[in-house]
C-alpha cells in the first residue's frame, strides 16, 4: 500500500522557477506575497495532506457514509481533520480580510488545495464547495446577506452547496421545476428537488449554506428564467446565530463508483426561506462564478489523483521483482529484477509522469491568469489574461480529467493483477477519478464550451491569442540546441491547430452539427497544444539551470527526458484527434435511428 508524499520540489519548480510567482505578485503591488509566505504554505501544507489527510483517504473510501434518520455520518477521522484545518485557518487563506480572510490571492492555494486533493479527494469537496459558494456570495450577494452568511463560511463553520441539478434537468438547466415564490418581506420560498447534490447533507458544521437556482412564477422558460438564492439549512437569527430548521431535508444518499465518502444527496426544498442572489432571470450567469471557479477545483482533482497514483506506481515497480532485464541482470542478488527496468513498465511510468507534471504547469498557470485578471493594474493585461483563462477553464477541467483517467489507470496496470484487487489501494484511485470528467459540466460540454463559444463566439480570435502566445515562447527559445527539437514539434501543431480551427469554422458555416461532431478531439488537441507549452516552459527553465551547473542536475535533466518523452511519445496523439476532428459530422449523423435500437 503506497502512501502519499507531497512533491514539494515540483511545487517549487513550477511556482517560483517556471512561472515565477513572487515576481509577478509584486509586479500586482502584493510585496506580502513573499517567496517565505509561499514556502510556508507548501511546508505546512504538506504536513496537513501527508500526516493529518492522507491518513483518512482509505477509511473513508471503506467505511463509508452513514445515514441515520436523515442525517448523515461522516466517516471516522473525517471531523477530526476538519476541525484541525479551520482551527489552523486554511479555510480563510484565499477570502477577503473583510469576511475573516487572509486576502491571498488564488494562485497561492493551488498548490495546497492539489495536496488536499491527493490527501483525500472526497474530504476536499466539503471545503472546496464551501469555497466555491462564498466566492459566488461575495460576487453577486447583496450588503445583509454577505455580513450574515460570509464570516461563517470563511471560517468554517458552515459550509456550503452548488444546487443545479434535477432528475430531468442535468446538462440542460434550461428545464429545471424548482419554485421560488415571492413573500411581502422580500424573501422568497423555496420548493422543489434536487439531486446529486455533493455534500448537501453532513455533521461537519452547525449549519449549511445552500445555493439554488429555482424559477419565480413569472419567470420566462429555459436558461432565461433563472435565478440564484441562498436557502439556509437552518434559519439565521438576527444575530447571525443558527435556529429554526428551514424545510430542507436530505432524501437519501446515493451508493456510488468512487469518492465513497463525499455524500451525494437527494435534497428536498419545502417552502424553505431562500433570499436572491443577484438579479432574478440572472441566475445562471451569478452560477458561472461558482462553476468556473468550480471547474478549475475539478481540473485540480484530477492533477491531485494523477500525482497519488504516480507515487503508487513509482513505489510498486521499484518493489515488485519479475523478470530480468534485457539488456543484463540489474539486482543479480534478488531471484529477478524490479519491474521498473522493463521498457514497457517504463513507458508507463514516463507517460504519468510527463502527465502529471505537465498538468501540473497547465492548472497551476491558469491560477496564476485568473490571478492577473482581476489584479495585474495594467488593463489591458487585465483583459488577455481573462481571455486566456476563458480558453484554458474547459482544457484544464476536461483535459486534465481524462489525463487522470488515463494516470490512475496506468497505476492499476503497473500494479499488474493486485492493482484489481481492492488491497493495495490503486482501483480507489481509478473509481475516484471517474466522476472528474462528468460532474461540473461533462467533459463533452466542456469541448462545446471550447470550440463553440470561446473559440467560434470570439471569431477563433481567442485561440489565435493563445497560438500567438506559444508562438511567443517557441521564439524565445530560437538558438537554444537542446530545446530546438521540442519547438519544433510543436510549432508545427501550432501551425495545424490554426488550419484545423479554420476548417472545422467553414464547415460549421454549412452545418452546425460540425461543432458538436468535432468538439471533444478539438479539445483534446488543444489538450496536447497546451500541454506542449508548459513543457516547453519547463525545459526552457531547466537546460539553463543544467548549464550553469548550479546543482540539482538531476532533477532538471529528469525534466528533459521527461520533456522528450512527451513530445515524442505523447504529443503525436494530437495528429490523431485532428483527422478525427476534421472526419465531419455525416459520419456520426447518417446511421439511421433504427440502427441504434436493440432489435
Ligand atoms: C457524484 C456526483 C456529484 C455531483 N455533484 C453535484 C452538485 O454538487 N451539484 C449539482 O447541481 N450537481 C451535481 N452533480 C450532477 C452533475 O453535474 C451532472 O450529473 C452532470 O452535469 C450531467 O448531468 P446528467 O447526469 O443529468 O447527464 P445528462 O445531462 O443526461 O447527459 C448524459 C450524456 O449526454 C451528453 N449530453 C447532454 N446534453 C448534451 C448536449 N447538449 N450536447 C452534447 N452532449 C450532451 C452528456 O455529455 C452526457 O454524456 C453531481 C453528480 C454526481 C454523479
Request: proline residues 4%; negative net charge.
Amino acid at each position: 500500500m503506497y502512501s502519499y508524499r507531497a512533491p514539494l520540489r515540483d511545487f517549487r519548480f513550477v511556482v517560483h522557477e517556471v512561472l515565477d510567482f513572487e515576481d509577478r505578485y509584486r509586479s500586482y503591488g502584493r510585496d506580502d506575497l513573499t517567496h517565505d509566505l509561499l514556502e510556508g504554505i507548501l511546508e505546512e501544507g504538506a504536513r496537513f495532506a501527508e500526516t493529518v489527510l492522507a491518513p483518512t483517504n482509505r477509511i473513508g473510501d471503506e467505511h463509508g457514509l452513514g445515514f441515520e434518520n436523515g442525517n448523515i455520518v461522516t466517516p471516522p477521522g473525517f471531523r477530526e481533520a476538519y476541525l484541525r484545518y479551520c482551527e489552523d485557518g486554511w479555510s480563510t487563506m484565499t477570502a477577503d480580510p473583510q469576511w475573516g480572510g487572509q486576502g491571498l490571492p488564488g494562485g497561492f492555494s493551488l498548490a495546497f488545495s492539489e495536496m488536499l486533493v491527493s490527501g483525500n479527494m472526497a474530504w476536499k469537496m466539503y471545503s472546496g464547495l464551501t469555497e466555491s459558494a462564498a466566492a459566488t456570495l461575495a460576487a453577486h450577494g447583496n450588503d445583509e446577506l454577505k455580513q450574515r452568511y460570509l464570516p461563517r463560511m470563511v471560517s468554517g463553520e458552515w459550509s456550503g452547496t452548488m444546487c443545479l441539478t434535477e432528475s430531468h434537468s442535468g446538462t440542460d438547466l434550461g428545464l429545471l421545476r424548482t419554485k421560488a415564490e415571492p413573500q411581502a418581506d422580500g424573501s422568497f420560498l423555496v420548493t422543489g428537488t434536487k439531486i446529486f447534490i455533493s455534500c448537501g447533507d453532513h455533521d461537519l458544521t452547525s449549519n449549511i449554506v445552500h445555493l439554488v437556482l429555482a424559477r419565480t412564477p413569472d419567470a420566462p422558460p429555459g436558461t432565461k428564467g433563472i435565478s440564484l438564492f441562498l436557502v439556509p439549512k437552518f434559519k439565521v437569527d438576527a444575530k447571525g446565530a443558527p435556529g429554526a430548521a428551514n424545510g430542507v431535508s436530505c432524501g437519501s444518499i446515493e451508493h456510488k463508483m468512487g469518492i465513497h465518502a463525499s455524500p451525494t444527496c437527494v435534497m428536498h426544498f419545502n417552502d424553505s426561506a431562500g433570499w436572491l442572489i443577484g438579479k432574478a432571470n440572472e441566475g445562471l450567469a451569478c452560477m458561472f462564478t461558482m462553476m468556473n471557479h468550480a471547474r478549475l477545483g475539478v481540473g485540480l482533482q484530477g492533477q491531485g489523483l494523477s500525482e497519488l497514483a504516480w507515487q503508487a506506481a513509482i513505489s510498486y515497480a521499484n518493489e515488485r521483482l519479475q523478470g530480468r532485464s534485457l539488456s543484463g541482470v540489474k539486482a543479480p542478488d534478488r531471484p529477478a529484477d524490479p519491474i521498473i527496468v522493463h521498457p514497457d513498465v517504463r513507458r508507463m511510468l514516463l507517460t504519468q509522469k510527463a502527465l502529471v507534471e505537465g498538468g501540473r504547469v497547465l492548472c497551476f498557470l491558469t491560477g496564476r491568469e485568473i490571478d492577473s485578471s482581476h489584479l495585474n493594474p495594467d488593463l489591458e493585461e487585465r483583459r488577455r489574461s481573462a481571455e486566456l483563462v476563458a480558453f484554458l477553464t474547459p482544457i484544464v477541467k476536461a483535459f486534465l480529467t481524462d489525463a487522470a483517467m488515463e494516470v490512475t489507470s496506468l497505476a492499476v496496470q503497473v500494479h499488474g493483477g493486485h492493482g484489481f484487487i481492492r488491497e493495495t489501494g490503486v482501483e480507489q484511485l481509478m473509481r475516484d477519478a471517474r466522476i472528474t470528467p462528468i460532474y461540473e459540466g461533462t467533459n463533452g460540454i466542456q469541448a462545446m464550451d471550447l470550440l463553440g463559444r470561446k473559440v467560434f463566439g470570439t471569431g477563433g480570435k481567442s485561440q489565435q491569442a493563445v497560438a500567438k502566445r506559444i508562438r511567443d515562447t517557441i521564439a524565445r527559445f530560437e538558438g537554444v540546441a537542446e530545446v530546438a527539437h521540442f519547438c519544433e514539434v510543436l510549432g508545427k501543431r501550432v501551425d495545424a491547430w490554426d488550419k484545423l480551427t479554420a476548417q472545422i469554422g467553414a464547415a460549421a458555416l454549412r452545418n452546425p452539427d460540425e461543432v458538436g461532431a468535432a468538439a471533444s478531439d478539438y479539445l483534446q488537441f488543444s489538450g496536447y497544444v497546451c500541454m506542449g507549452w508548459c513543457w516547453l516552459a519547463a525545459v526552457g527553465v531547466a537546460v539553463p539551470k543544467i548549464a550553469a551547473g548550479e546543482g540539482d542536475e538531476d532533477f532538471y535533466r529528469a525534466k528533459v527526458v521527461t520533456a522528450a518523452h512527451f513530445f515524442d511519445r505523447i504529443l503525436p496523439r494530437a495528429d490523431a484527434h485532428a483527422a478525427a476532428a476534421r472526419a465531419g459530422a455525416s459520419g456520426l449523423m447518417s446511421l439511421p435511428a433504427e440502427h441504434f435500437q436493440i432489435a
